[in-house]
């Protein structure tokens, strides 16, 4: 196959309708809104049960994949600044039915993670406004009256973006803000009240918990990163991608918003991790890591069950000021990443369409620069996620494997792309791509591997739902949309099902023996596996990639619908 030495215009994809209104400081605080949401609130103590101590470690090695994967998407995102770019970055690279697998995939995430956050918020709220939720066989659901709250605050969100996004960029930057101050006063406040540096050494000795500083070893340490909420409170640096086609100067402000977002959060987290372990009565170790607070009275049990794990330790040391502001920020900070979620799934949506291989209705803009149709279907599609069925909570780990699986396709889209447009200017050129590339893509795959054979199978069956989708959106098309390109997008089932193989073959979640996974390929190995499968599955998809005229012909694609449609002059 060979590749033209030609370049395209980076304004040939330009989202020139959407209104180019998010600063510097407004896109990095956007990313930075969206990682600190729900998971800062519960994630210290869920990451101490399952790694102990050496959960410090985990966010740090957390944060670096995160970054590895977010530096693929540096270069991506100057090249070409487009709103939604997770999903077609995969379109001009390998074609409709490789976006369309990741862009449902990631469509799913995105959209669900919205309706976790308005339940996060409304979950804490129910310790002063009880009427708001109820348990149903143990685990918290919405009553009536907390539905239509729920509802209420999905519709705020929606009627933000449709006003324009240059007022989504104000409020939450104001948010942004209030929840970086609390955070900083969390971790002042825990180190200068009360540290013991025995418990970064300790815990009990007995069956299940043999002490020491990484009690679980390093199993537990990878499976805090995917299943603890650490990766979980990290993805929230997409919105550099996400939103790359509504800031000007995007060649600068993507790449800071995306590394410095993880940066800025992977320091604070880290300093949380520190001071709530120091801050550890000793009687909260009595059972070992994974029992944390079942032996001292008016500890961690009561708040860990209701997702309020920080509050219950500034109340344990006597700082109930700190107990109110932490109550007060689990409503805003989940509900401000729930805002930024809402914007985010409608600019999926917006790609999709503009892809063509989803209804071109959800490239729709209004006369403000707005996907109108998208949101309002992400806010029907956010009612339908509020649905209370139990278990509810387990989707956190759905929604880390589902978004992780997608930003997957980064490294394997830049590589080819490195081929297929050699001579494409590139504002942020990623040094040594092909190692740097492949380290971003083990990542992603070590990440869902680690999450566990009870949440893959989950997710593998809502992309063969997805692809029912898909041979309905064609039947009832008739042959009006794009071809879909399966020979350049067939290594994506290939890969999908691979991993699903391997995650059923290992021995992950190590704490669960009912999962369903076999158990045969052991914790060191297991690295060793996915680390060939990566390799052979980026060789496999950079040989499949789209030709270079295929390529341009995908970068110069008109939007779906006629301007005029939109009340708008033609560009």
Same mark, same amino acid.
């Given at each position: ?29 956007? +990313? ?69 697998? @990741? ?17 996060? $918020?409304? #979950? ?7 009427? @708001? ?13 907390? %539905?239509?709250?729920?509802? +209420?605050? &999905?519709? &705020? ?31 002042? $406040?825990?180190?200068?009240?009360? %540290?013991? =540096?025995?418990?970064? $050494? ?20 990878? +499976? ?14 997409? #919105?550099?991608?996400?939103?790359? =086609? ?29 001071? %709530?372990? =120091?801050? @550890? ?8 890591? +994974? ?27 006597? /700082? ?58 992400? %806010? ?30 980064? *490294? ?14 590139? *504002? ?7 190692? /740097? ?61 691979? @991993? ?9 979640? $190590? ?27 980026? =060789? ?19 939007? *779906? ?11």
């Amino acid at each position: 196959m060979n590749d033209a030495t030609t370049t395209v215009d980076p304004n040939a994809t330009d989202d020139h309708r959407l209104r180019r209104d998010i600063g510097i400081i407004g896109l990095l605080f956007t +990313a930075v809104g969206s990682i600190i949401g729900s998971g800062w609130l519960f994630g210290a103590l869920s990451a101490a049960q399952i790694a102990g101590p050496a959960s410090i470690l985990a966010w740090g090695i957390g944060g670096v994949m995160i970054i590895l994967i977010g530096l693929c998407y540096a270069e991506l995102g100057t090249m070409f600044p487009v709103s939604g770019g997770v999903v077609r970055f995969p379109h001009f690279a390998f074609g409709s039915f490789a976006s369309y697998t @990741l862009g449902w995939i990631t469509w799913l995430a995105v959209a669900s993670t919205t309706s976790i956050e308005v339940l996060a $918020a409304l #979950q804490y709220s129910t310790n002063y406004l009880p009427w @708001l939720q109820h348990l149903q066989d143990g685990v918290p659901v919405l009553t009536g009256a907390g %539905f239509a709250v729920a509802v +209420a605050m &999905l519709a &705020l969100f929606s009627l933000i973006n449709v006003v324009g996004i240059r007022w989504f960029a104000r409020l939450n930057n104001a948010m942004v803000w209030w929840k970086l101050v609390i955070i900083v006063v969390v971790i002042v $406040a825990f180190l200068m009240t009360s %540290f013991d =540096g025995a418990n970064f $050494a300790g815990g009990a000795q007995d069956h299940s918990d043999a002490g020491g500083f990484m009690p679980f070893g390093w199993s537990g340490v990878f +499976a805090s990163i995917a299943t603890a909420g650490i990766v979980f409170s990290y993805l929230g640096f997409r #919105q550099g991608v996400e939103l790359a =086609g509504e800031t000007h100067n995007p060649q600068r402000n993507v790449p800071i918003a995306i590394i410095g977002s993880v940066l800025i959060t992977g320091v604070i987290y880290v300093a949380l991790q520190i001071a %709530f372990i =120091g801050a @550890l009565p000793p009687g909260a170790l009595a059972n070992g890591w +994974a029992h944390i607070g079942t032996s001292f009275s008016g500890g961690l049990d009561h708040i860990a069950a209701t997702y309020g794990p920080l509050a219950a330790m500034a109340t344990v040391m006597g /700082l109930t000021w700190l107990a109110v502001l932490l109550y007060i920020d689990a409503f805003i900070s989940p509900a401000d990443t729930g805002l930024i979620y809402t914007t985010v799934t409608a600019r999926i949506s917006y790609a999709m369409g503009r892809n063509g291989n989803a209804p071109a209705a959800l490239a729709k803009v209004s006369q403000r620069g707005v996907p109108w149709v998208s949101v309002i279907v992400t %806010f029907v599609a956010g009612m339908i996620f509020l649905l209370p069925f139990p278990g509810w909570q387990k989707l956190v780990g759905f929604v880390t494997s589902a978004t992780v699986l997608s930003f997957g396709s980064g *490294p394997l889209a830049l590589v080819a792309m490195r081929r297929q447009l050699p001579a494409q200017r590139r *504002p942020f050129r990623l040094p040594a791509v092909h190692i /740097l590339a492949f380290l971003g893509f083990l990542s992603s795959n070590l990440i869902v591997y680690w999450s566990g054979w009870d949440i893959v199978w989950k997710l593998m069956i809502a992309v063969l739902i997805g692809y029912v989708v898909l041979l309905l959106h064609e039947w009832r098309s008739r042959g009006n949309t794009p071809r879909l390109e399966l020979a350049s997008g067939a290594w994506v089932p290939v890969w999908l099902a691979g @991993l699903a193989l391997i995650s059923w073959l290992g021995e992950y979640p $190590a704490l669960n023996k009912h999962a369903g996974n076999l158990g045969l390929i052991g914790f060191g190995w297991a690295i060793l596996v996915v680390a060939v499968f990566s390799l052979l599955i980026m =060789g496999i998809a950079t040989s499949m990639r789209l030709p270079t005229e295929r390529v341009e012909e995908h970068l110069r694609e008109p939007v *779906p619908e006629k301007t005029e449609q939109l009340g708008e002059p033609s560009p």
